[in-house]
């Protein structure tokens, strides 16, 4: 719908077009039939201004509407989340504990406002800012997320075992279908940190300690688990999982483009999923976002400015950048690889069994040193249904 300054702007420009062909007093017939068409369309014009006003009007009422179903003071930041209001606040003490719900938690802390109606405005967030409370955009935030009671037995997708042939006499070839069972084993995630008990007292710092540094430090290490865990009874990520696809890259494959498109058909032809995600290192993005021909053009602009990869979107993941260590001659020799994952993210789910908590305490000389140790922890668990729907590349 046009704004209404836009169509302003055109029934100005035929106003003007119109006052000049017949403010010269006699009129050519050619003139006469334009200033015929223009008196239409300035009748057009002004049409639409009315009913683009009305638009409007519909608009503004509904805000309002909406603003008084939502309260401001129910917006709440992610300190009042977690401490309660501002002015209520006297700091916290040892047995203090808080469930922190994730999603409201990430919601807020992306909160951004409309000042007169309280309601969300669209937005976007830059991810790249230095901001400590900046939630992860990787691959664990990408997935589906979900409760669990618990470690959850389920069955993985089946495997067709096609026997389907022409037949004349006797017994009709047997096809099977054949189910692979699976446990999605919970694990705990925790980190502590001491603090200054002067620390505790207040309201912001304690805030920028919790969400800033203990609540992302666990979102950082969730997404490694989810990656690449490897703990047979708790998380096994999606790059270990058994039963997902891999590639090589060939002399063919001339850069991650190529790569990315012979994934994606692997997984189509094996599951019949059209993969949404790409996941690459930093660094692997960058050298395709700073690829140039030799004119000195962008040789990917898909990738460059909207961040996709033959219509799948890019997500940078620092767990695809590979540090390897091994003993030669007995020196310790370091490698490093990039690998790179093509993927559909509704063919697993992220599931919580005890959501992420925060709890103060006392350890060993802490009273008399006037520090608090924090805990977060949380207890999740990876089940991926569909894993022929992941396909890896180990380097690229």
């Known amino acids: ?42 009748a057009e014009a002004r049409d639409s201004l009315v009913a683009e006003a009305a638009a409007v009007q519909r608009e503004n009422e509904r805000m309002a509407a909406e603003a008084a179903a939502h309260p401001q003071e129910a917006l709440r930041d992610a300190a009042e989340l977690i401490f309660g209001a501002r002015d209520a606040f006297r700091g916290i003490e040892p047995g203090w504990s808080t469930s922190v719900p994730t999603a409201d938690l990430a919601r807020a802390t992306r909160m951004v406002r409309n000042a007169v109606s309280g309601l969300e405005v669209p937005h976007r967030y830059d991810y790249d800012l230095p901001e400590p409370i900046a939630p992860v955009m990787g691959f664990l935030s990408t997935l589906p997320h979900g409760l669990t009671d618990g470690h959850e037995t389920y069955y993985q997708s089946p495997v067709l075992t096609n026997a389907a042939a022409g037949w004349v006499s006797g017994d009709k070839p047997e096809s099977s279908l054949t189910w ?169 789910s992220w599931n919580t069994a005890d959501p992420d ?18 805990l977060a922890e949380g207890t999740h668990a990876l089940k991926v249904t569909f894993p022929a729907a992941f396909c890896w590349c180990a380097s690229v």
């Open 1 to 42: 719908m046009p704004r209404l300054a836009e169509i302003q702007d055109r029934l100005a420009t035929l106003q003007a077009e119109f006052d000049g062909i017949t403010a010269g007093g006699e009129v050519t017939p050619e003139a006469a039939e334009r200033a015929a068409e223009l008196s239409g369309r300035i």
């Open 180 to 348: 692979t069972q699976a446990t999605a084993h919970i694990e705990t995630i925790a980190h502590q940190m001491p603090v200054a008990k002067q620390t505790v007292r207040r309201y912001r710092q304690l805030e920028n300690t919790i969400v800033g540094a203990l609540l992302l430090g666990l979102e950082i290490v969730k997404n490694r688990y989810a990656v690449s865990g490897s703990n047979s009874s708790g998380i096994v990520g999606a790059r270990n999982m058994t039963g997902t696809l891999t590639y090589t890259k060939t002399a063919e494959d001339k850069n991650i483009r190529d790569v990315a498109m012979e994934m994606a058909m692997r997984i189509r032809l094996a599951t019949g999923f059209a993969p949404n995600y790409v996941v690459v290192s930093p660094q692997t993005l960058t050298k395709a976002r700073k690829a140039k021909d030799q004119n000195g053009r962008y040789m990917y602009p898909e990738i460059v400015y909207e961040g996709k990869i033959d219509g799948m979107t890019v997500v940078e993941d620092q767990e695809m950048h590979i540090v390897t260590s091994s003993e030669v001659e007995g020196q310790t020799v370091t490698t490093e690889s990039d690998a790179m994952g093509v993927y559909f993210s509704g063919a697993c």
């Open 357 to 374: 908590e925060v709890e103060i305490g006392l350890v060993d000389k802490q009273f008399i040193q006037n520090a608090y140790t924090i």
